[in-house]
């Protein structure tokens, strides 16, 4: 009998260690009659993941950083031609220039870099990635409130907690539950080309900080008048809090201080 493979810290390794957990997982990364022609898993560890994504896309590159793991993935997919395990740092590895999408049990402790790789990626169509539960929750405003990275890119990408699985189901058992983020790229962007790098700039100046509130610190850039007139087209309090604005008021916003 083979000896398991013991885990990196290091690594941030936790695998899915039920059959039914990764079928759920690919069951949300791939919904059933959609096959995807390219798909890239990101930390495909032991391969759980990986055998429940092959049946829903024609190519799958299985990325892992792991050499002890990279040798047991060749060796189990060795007889799937549609399978190509991909050793080293995903991060690093050069984006597809055709459409494909991304999923996977991501490393906690990779997270960010992550999903900045997946948001810089000009042919990425989407994203399904387990995470843990309070990134997934703060990403996608489960707790009432969004953070700059949501939106920043809200005009491009739709965030969506899709899903969540119990910390009893990886092997080691972490401290804390997982969540399945879903980061889709929209079809049609809910801004024209030329206003991104406007909405950029008003998004960032408005979790600056600056001047103690939201309201205060637009008033930096834009006179109190057309302020004062943006906060209301959008229904907002002069005293809200910028966690508190969610996407859809901040495209209010930047319709009417853009004008």
């Known amino acids: 009998m083979a000896r398991p493979t013991r ?52 190519e799958l590159h299985a990325h892992e950083i792991d050499p002890r793991l990279v040798r047991e993935l060749r060796t189990r997919f060795s007889a799937t031609p549609q399978v190509r395990v991909v050793a080293g740092d995903f991060t690093a590895t050069r984006p597809p220039r055709t459409p494909f999408a991304v999923a996977g049990n991501v490393p906690f ?72 983020v879903r980061i889709e790229r929209r079809r049609i962007p809910l801004l024209e080309p030329a206003a991104h790098e406007s909405w950029r700039h008003l998004v960032e100046l408005g979790f600056s900080g600056v001047g103690g509130s939201l309201h205060a610190s637009l008033r930096r850039a834009r006179p109190r008048r057309r302020v004062d007139a943006a906060f209301r087209a959008a229904g907002l309090d002069p005293r809200v809090l910028v966690g508190e604005v969610s996407p859809g008021r901040w495209l209010r916003l930047h319709e009417v201080l853009e004008k």
Not at 148 to 171: I, K, Q, Y
């Open 109 to 180: 402790s990779r997270t960010a870099a992550i999903v900045d790789w997946c948001l810089r990626a000009p042919a990425l169509t989407d994203a399904t990635l387990l995470t843990q539960l309070e990134y997934a929750r703060k990403r996608t405003g489960d707790y009432g409130s969004w953070t700059l990275l949501t939106v920043r890119s809200w005009p491009r990408f739709e965030w969506r907690l899709v899903g969540r699985v119990a910390r009893t189901r990886f092997r080691p058992v972490p401290r804390v539950d997982g969540g399945i």
């Open 7 to 58: 885990t990196s810290r290091a690594l941030s390794q936790n695998f899915l260690a039920d059959r039914a957990t990764a079928e759920y997982v690919a069951r949300l990364a791939v919904p059933r009659g959609r096959q995807v022609p390219l798909l890239l898993e990101v930390g495909a560890g032991k391969g759980a993941l990986t055998a429940c994504l092959v049946p829903r896309c024609r």
